[in-house]
């Protein structure tokens, strides 16, 4: 079985703050991908990295950056200097491989507010 | 950019209705979804499609749901008998290989009175 545990239900930062989010990952397959996507107000789902298991590299983008860590079956997200913009809801998901299922398996999601 | 794109955005349906959801999935993109999100809640699969079948079902997917691809751009969901509980965020999603991400449409906000 494949589970996705995002224990943060609700996080509040203020403008310009460093926010994490945490995402913990169970599953049995060996090869196997990580996903983040963010959901703002408007309720649209936003695809913002895709990660293999055999690529632990750190990621990072503009102000965002992933941390993979496959010993601890983490794969956190950071904000750098947030923005108010950044305000969303944010989903960690997994799709294992080695069985040829298709789903994502998404997390109860992450509520970051930035106050300005 | 291409992208995935639904309607109607909402609907409102009696009980018992039958619904029909719209997607159009990015063009060159084989695999297809259909997940669910009741509100406040996480985001659930129901059914993915692929060469004109259905290859992998969840457990809400049950029989009163189909799917189809009636022609080469449209993919659609059918909710035969509606019940309450059906009230949720529809979304599809299409990828043009099984590694890739999926990316998602708007969604399609069904509320069942």
């Known amino acids: 079985a494949q589970k996705v545990t995002q224990a943060q239900t609700e996080i509040s930062v203020v403008e310009k703050e460093d926010v994490t989010l945490d995402c913990v990952y169970e599953?049995?397959?060996?090869?196997?991908?990580l996903f983040w996507y963010k959901q703002p107000p408007s309720g649209e789902l936003v695809f913002l990295i895709r990660?293999?298991?055999?690529?632990?590299q750190n990621e990072i983008s503009g102000r965002y950056s992933w941390n993979f860590q496959k010993s601890t079956s983490s794969f956190n997200f950071t904000i750098t200097a947030s923005q108010v913009v950044d305000s969303a809801v944010y989903f960690c998901?997994?799709?294992?491989?080695?069985?040829?299922?298709?789903?994502?398996?998404f997390g109860s999601g992450t509520r970051l507010q930035v106050q300005p | 950019e291409p992208e995935v794109t639904q309607t109607p955005s909402h609907q409102v349906t009696q009980m018992g209705q039958e619904v029909i959801l719209r997607c159009v999935p990015i063009?060159?993109?084989?695999?297809f979804y259909w997940y669910r999100q009741i509100l406040g809640q996480k985001v659930e699969f129901l059914v993915s499609f692929y060469n004109n079948e259905i290859s992998e079902k969840s457990e809400i997917f049950d029989d009163q749901f189909s799917v189809e691809r009636p022609d080469g751009s449209n993919f659609t969901l059918k909710i035969r008998s509606t019940k309450l509980e059906d009230s949720a965020m529809y979304f599809c999603a299409s990828t043009p290989a099984q590694t890739y991400e999926q990316y998602f449409g708007p969604g399609t906000r069904l509320t069942v009175t």
């Open positions: 998901a997994l799709r294992g491989m080695d069985t040829g299922r298709r789903a994502l398996t």
């Open positions: 990660r293999n298991s055999f690529d632990e």
């Open positions: 599953t049995r397959d060996t090869t196997y991908y």
């Open positions: 063009s060159n993109h084989l695999y």
